[in-house]
């Protein structure tokens, strides 16, 4: 393998997703991940990394935003700074892990958290016609995708 290509694994992600269409809101439900770095070493610790990148990528698509004004940043704490709080619903996350001793070794520190805003985007696609095309996916932008559907 070619120093920098594929350094960070393959996965595939499906999300099963709730949208209560009056509200805009959206909660996943649960959440299907595959992924294969090559030879695994410790699955345990390697489950947990993708899973909890997988929540840090739903916090980031449900929720994260930096906002500013004329001058400046203004999310720059975590009062004004939105993440999905402790009292949030998770989703159940079913996970396999793809074996491939004969591979090169790649890796796993990220690739949970990248796909989750296409993965719910696309769930709640298939739930409701609507297409979002804008991080974070608020209650405000889906009310607005399913009044443009």
């Known amino acids: 393998m070619e120093a920098g290509i594929h350094t960070n694994g393959w996965i595939a992600m499906v999300a099963d997703v709730e949208v209560n269409q009056d509200s805009g809101l959206v909660v996943a439900r649960r959440l299907f991940i595959a992924h294969d770095c090559g030879p695994i070493s410790n699955p345990d610790g390697l489950r947990n990394q993708l899973e909890g990148a997988a929540l840090q990528g739903m916090s980031r698509a449900l929720a994260e935003e930096v906002t500013w004004d004329a001058q400046r940043i203004t ?29 090169a070794a790649t890796g796993a520190g990220e690739t949970g958290s990248v796909v989750m805003a296409a993965a719910i985007g696309n769930a709640v696609f298939d739930a409701t016609g609507a297409r979002l095309r804008e991080v974070p996916f608020t209650p405000e932008r889906v009310k607005q995708a399913l009044a443009a559907r």
């Open 75 to 103: 999310s720059v704490d975590w009062r004004t700074y939105p993440i999905l709080s402790l009292g949030t619903e998770m989703p159940r996350i079913e996970t396999v892990l793809i074996d491939n001793p004969n591979e």
